[in-house]
């Protein structure tokens, strides 16, 4: 198997759709004074700096766990090739709280999310388990399951922003919204519910509300209109699970910031116990390429030898 970063999109694209497959507003800097960024190594893979103290470093599996544990191993992403910026490009604002610009995910992409941010196992149920199981053999039977975006619907946020595709955040004081070249998916977060209500309607993306803690943007996103693939592989969330992610923007040291993004995923449909994965976010402020979603379904040049089937429901 080809292991070069444009076979691995191609691969997460083809995996993806077989399984189931704004204006710019700016926060004016004379209204507050700018916030310093804090510092910090780029960071590692989930698991990488270890448990805090106290945390016990081996538990013992669960069944659940042991049924996860079993399945065939997840293919190998690969990071995408670092932005190649000019002397003269555009850089992030120093402001911490302004995460306007162009970022994408520029570590690995995880295609089946099996450990936590300590490198524990995911805390799977046996209902969670079996779902996973499911999915996973019918993708390694070459029957892989139908989701959102094998439809070119919104695929929810985390799979959305793993994805090594460049991204770009819009914000002002009553909002910050994600735009992604992949899937032309949109992530809005509210930050006044006075100002814009829940919607009636149950969306793909669900609602996300956040609030500021310090520097520290803190989202919670629920009320979806269905389940979501967390991943390639089809690690589940369930649609009345919620996601809490906590994004900031860090100095590596160098003058070269990054978003992080620590997302805990509470879903007592599949899991016993809320988790969290972390991810690294470089900054690229260069312009989207030209994305098709319909072409990647229906045209044999773009991958419509994967095959949708209908997943079985619980």
């Not at 989701?147 to 910050?176: E, T």
Request: with cysteine; aromatic share 10%; charged share 20%.
């Amino acid at each position: 198997m080809r292991t070069d970063f444009a076979s691995s999109v191609r691969l997460g694209r083809l995996a993806l759709v077989g399984i189931a497959a704004c204006s710019l507003a700016t926060i004016s800097a004379a209204a507050q004074e700018t916030p310093a960024l804090p510092k910090g190594p780029p960071g590692g893979p989930p698991g990488a700096g270890g448990p805090p103290p106290g945390f016990p470093m081996v538990k013992p599996l669960t069944e659940a766990q042991k049924l996860v544990a079993s399945l065939p191993p997840p293919q190998l992403g690969v990071a995408g090739p670092p932005a190649n910026l000019a002397p003269d490009a555009p850089q992030p604002s120093p402001d911490a709280r302004d995460f306007q610009g162009g970022w994408n995910h520029d570590t690995p992409l995880i295609f089946r999310m099996q450990y936590d941010k300590y490198g524990e196992p995911a805390p799977y149920n046996m209902a969670g388990a079996k779902v996973l199981q499911r999915r996973v053999l019918a993708l390694n039977q070459g029957k892989p399951f139908l989701n959102a975006s094998g439809i070119c619907r919104p695929p929810g946020i985390q799979w959305q922003h793993d994805l090594n595709m460049k991204f770009r955040i819009f914000q002002n004081k009553n909002y910050v919204e994600f735009v992604f070249e992949e899937y032309h998916g949109r992530w809005y977060i509210q930050l006044d519910p006075n100002v814009a209500p829940p919607p009636t309607d149950k969306q793909y993306m669900g609602y996300s509300l956040g609030h500021w803690e310090g520097n520290t943007l803190v989202v919670e996103t629920a009320n979806m209109k269905q389940g979501v693939y967390l991943d390639v592989d089809g690690t589940p969330l369930s649609r009345n699970g919620k996601l809490i992610t906590r994004i900031r923007k860090i100095d590596d040291g160098q003058s070269r910031p990054f978003l992080e993004m620590e997302t805990t995923i509470v879903d007592p449909t599949y899991y016993t116990q809320p988790w969290s994965v972390v991810r690294r976010f470089g900054w690229n402020p260069g312009s989207f390429r030209e994305y098709n979603c319909e072409e990647q379904i229906g045209d044999p040049a773009g991958g419509a030898e994967a095959g949708l089937v209908p997943e079985p429901q619980d």
